[in-house]
């Protein structure tokens, strides 16, 4: 017993509201005053009773996403299937959607399964998310799970905005214990026994929220500044490549200008080069 929405609405467009939703109540029969009731009683939550007259071609695209929701909540289904149904929103009014099916579904406890191409979707609405990559699943996980602790190089990169920093490199251990090495750089890493091999090709990662703009550090020069609000990205240029840096709120660095970072050990992901497995 599974109720799906889609990308595309597919709302009858010769029906108004309160058909397009009860129309797969009427298919199985229900009797009039029966469907009358769940109609009205689902259109009530999704805020559509003064619209229950109006045919699909008088609602906003907002108002049509929210009947083909009704149409599948008045089944009342033992799962959700939501493949996508926000693509065809603008930006402002996905965001509307999200929080209206988090509720929703928070409201019901019915299961649901949502399908979406948009990273910051699945991080905003789900309980658990399963990444998938080439037609395998990579992770599941919390949002926090797959964000903090990803167990792949494809989902590190997949999940987070500003996307992680990555950059080539090699484990070299001494008598301190195991290192991250590249060009100008070396990062200590914990000493665990046989987690990291001497000579091993790696990429390690660190989201641009734990790299710091320091007084003294690694010198790097600023290539692009961009502002967006609650954080600033600071791209910066080193001899190792290139880093975003992602600092609170409005920060004013000329392009050009020499500026220092530090990599928190705690914080690097370290990915093997071949498999792309987290070690």
């Not at 071609?57 to 009704?70: C, D, E, N, T």
């Not at 989902?155 to 195991?178: H, M």
């Not at 609170?248 to 914080?267: D, M, T």
Request: glycine share 8%; net charge negative; charged share 25%.
């Amino acid at each position: 017993d599974v109720a799906m929405v889609f990308q595309n609405f597919a709302l009858y467009p010769h029906m108004t509201v309160a058909q397009n939703i009860g129309f797969t109540l009427k298919m199985r029969k229900l009797g009039a005053d029966d469907i009358k009731a769940r109609v009205e009683r689902v259109a009530a939550s999704l805020e559509l009773g003064a619209l229950l007259d109006r045919l699909p071609s008088q609602l906003s695209g907002g108002q049509q996403q929210r009947v083909a929701i009704g149409r599948a909540l008045v089944r009342e289904p033992r799962v959700f299937l939501f493949d996508e149904p926000f693509s065809n929103l603008d930006a402002s009014l996905r965001v509307k959607m999200r929080g209206e099916v988090k509720e929703l579904h928070q409201r019901l406890g019915v299961t649901s399964i949502f399908v979406t191409h948009d990273q910051e979707e699945a991080m905003s609405i789900s309980d658990r998310i399963a990444i998938m990559h080439a037609g395998r699943i990579e992770q599941i996980g919390t949002p926090e799970e797959i964000y903090e602790h990803p167990m792949t190089r494809y989902v590190a990169s997949f999940i987070g905005n500003p996307q992680i920093d990555l950059v080539p490199a090699r484990i070299e251990t001494g008598p301190d214990g195991p290192a991250v090495v590249m060009a100008g750089l070396r990062v200590k890493l914990p000493d665990e026994p046989g987690r990291f091999a001497d000579g091993l090709q790696i990429d390690w990662g660190i989201r641009p929220e734990h790299v710091r703009l320091v007084d003294d550090g690694t010198p790097a020069k600023v290539r692009m500044v961009q502002p967006v609000g609650p954080a600033t990205h600071v791209t910066v240029d080193w001899e190792g490549g290139s880093l975003i840096a992602s600092t609170p709120g409005f920060v004013r660095l000329p392009v050009g200008s020499a500026v220092h970072f530090e990599l928190p050990p705690e914080r690097l992901l370290v990915f093997d080069r071949e498999s792309g497995r987290r070690l």
